[in-house]
Every structure is written in structure tokens, then in C-alpha cells.
């Protein structure tokens, strides 16, 4: 006996159509809101960017509710992988950003590459990096802009 179950267009059309609607993201975040952001939470987010734990400090670097001296300290972490969380980060401030151009990390610099919040002055310099990888994903989320 198969526990494989076929539907026919009728049972599918009638399941479709008793299907629940699906709700917007923005009707998602007002039945269920976010927790507010508590000085608590930031002195938290403070203690784990110094964890020993790149994993942790990781974290931290991919919040967005990163304080900028926090997403400063974390843009010179020792651990590439940290600073590729930075730089893919969205809310981190424009001139971390820029900070990181220089990486040493293709990583690195291939997160920032995508990130659609990185400024123009800092775009235009990875369309000149060393790397291809990184110039090649310029190409790319600019031709993707352009569709």
C-alpha cells in the first residue's frame, strides 16, 4: 500500500479555496510586534560583541540594534567572519561601511558588495577591487538593480 495520496482538481480547487488568506509582512508585524528595544537589551548586545566566541560576537554584529561604537569595534574584529556579518548588516552606519572597503577579506568585501546600504563612494571603489569575485557581484547587484 502507497502512502503516497493523489488529489484531483476538484480537491485541490477546494482546498485552495479554503485556505486561509496570507497575511501581509506588515499585518504579521502588528498581531505580532517585535519586543521593544530596552536599555537592557543594548547593555546585553554590549557584553556579547566582547565574548571570546567569534560565534557570539558574530550575533552581535548582525543585529540590527547594534550600537554604531559597538558595529565600530566589531568592523576591526580579528575574526573574518564577524566582519562579514558587518558588512552585510543592514543598519550598520554608512562609514563602518566604508571601513570595511579595504578588507583584506574577499568575504568581506563580497558581503559588502551586496549590501544595497553601502554608499555610492564605497560601491564605486569594490567596482575597482583586486578581487573578481567582489567586482563580479557589483556587476551583478547593479545590473540587478537596474531590471
Known sequence: MSCIRFNTPAQRAQMRAMAPAMLTSEQAAALH????VTESKIQRL??????????????????YHTPEDVFEALARDPDEGVRACVARNESAPCD????????????????????????????????????????????????????
Request: no cysteine; aromatic share 6%; hydrophobic share 45%.
Open 33 to 36: 510586534p517585535a519586543p521593544e
Open 46 to 63: 554590549r557584553l556579547l560583541a566582547a565574548d571570546a566566541n567569534p560565534k557570539i560576537r558574530e550575533s552581535v554584529a548582525s543585529s
Open 96 to 147: 563602518v561601511l566604508r571601513s570595511l572597503v579595504a578588507d583584506k577579506s574577499e568575504r568581506v568585501r563580497g558581503f559588502l558588495a551586496l549590501n544595497f546600504f553601502v554608499p555610492q563612494d564605497a560601491m564605486e571603489l569594490l567596482a575597482e577591487d583586486r578581487s573578481s569575485t567582489v567586482r563580479g557581484l557589483v556587476t551583478w547587484k547593479r545590473e540587478l538593480a537596474d531590471a
